[in-house]
């Protein structure tokens, strides 16, 4: 599985992230086919060039059909006939004469009508409609697809704002794993299952080559280390507020950062890290 950067507004370059995941965002119009793209091995394309992307249609209003005015046969009054077949009298100051054939006959000569017939129910004992219960549930299904949306861009949200809480010093007392970056990435490959059990959850403290430096989805800072794997590496990703300490890094520079591991979803995941030796 391929990881892939996109470019916002901005020009800021975001990822990486799966296959799967830019087809998700593709889909809710998140991504357009004017967005630049950029693939694993370096080359940038249009969304609307890559394969596989459906993107969310905007369907135009459809213009209302034209009303056309029925007053005495006129349609329009482009296409009014001539006045000839509608010669109307003119206004005289002779008192108005109804008629049988009168379309407007004098206001006291209209039938009253009876009022309509309403129903005999005591007010008292008629129910107010109530519109709280449905406008909770509105709600409570709006949140609902919100976390949907947000379990599909980023599985590892929960886990992530939850470590986001935890103090910076709560690592100290866990047990800390020196071990290079190529060593993680191969325990992971030969048996995940092992791996999770000796690595997940705990700190660890990962020696490398930096291959990327960028930021992820949720814009949250990350150093990528090199392993011997082509498409996979470790990724370490920073808090938000030691973005700056990420500034004077460089490509190919050799590091060390000590960080909890959440497992490998392709790459594996560093979280809450900090640099131990530039």
Known sequence: MANWYYYNKNDEKIGPISAAVLKELASQGLITKETKVENSNGRTALAGQVNGLTFAETKK??????????????????SAPPTAEFDFPALTSEAHTPSDFDPFPPPALIAPQAPPATSKRPAALKKPIVAIPVGCFAIFLFLIVLGIIGAIIDP??????KEAREPRGSQVSDTTIDLSAGALMSAYNANKVSADRDFKGKILQVSGTIDTIGKDALNSPYVALKTKNPIFSVQCIFSKRDEAALTSLRKGASITIKGKCSGATGNVILRNCSIVEP
């Not at 213009?63 to 482009?78: R, W």
């Not at 590892?156 to 704002?161: V, Y």
């Open 61 to 78: 209003p459809e213009a209302p059909p034209p009303v056309e005015a029925e007053v005495y046969g006129l349609t329009s009054p482009s």
């Open 156 to 161: 590892e949200g929960m886990e992530r704002r």
